[in-house]
């Protein structure tokens, strides 16, 4: 199945311009159907290559996802 820039975006939970950023500059395959410049479409395998890459790369550079902290209760007896 081919995706669209914006259901990419949806999946990958980021802004159209992300992506179109993203394919710009290579860093996600594509497929261009069409005249001229054409219709931009993204295959499930370079999706899943993409995000493969993005993997080996948090590791390699050794980033660390941090843990969400807690939420702290709302105060008491605070006023304006």
């Given amino acids: 199945m081919l995706l669209k820039p914006r259901q990419l975006a949806e999946r990958l939970n980021v802004s159209l311009s992300t992506v179109y950023g993203l394919i710009e500059t290579g860093k996600i ?4 159907i069409g005249v001229g ?3 931009v479409r993204v ?3 370079q999706l899943a290559e993409y ?3 993005t ?6 550079q050794g980033i660390r996802i941090p843990e ?9 007896n605070f006023q304006l």
Avoid: T
């Avoid at 395959?29 to 261009?32: D, L, T, V």
């Fill in 68 to 76: 969400a902290r807690p939420r702290r209760p709302p105060r008491k």
């Fill in 37 to 39: 410049r054409g219709a």
């Fill in 51 to 53: 995000l493969e890459s």
């Fill in 29 to 32: 395959a594509c497929h261009r």
């Fill in 43 to 45: 295959s499930e395998s």
């Fill in 55 to 60: 993997k080996n790369e948090c590791r390699e």
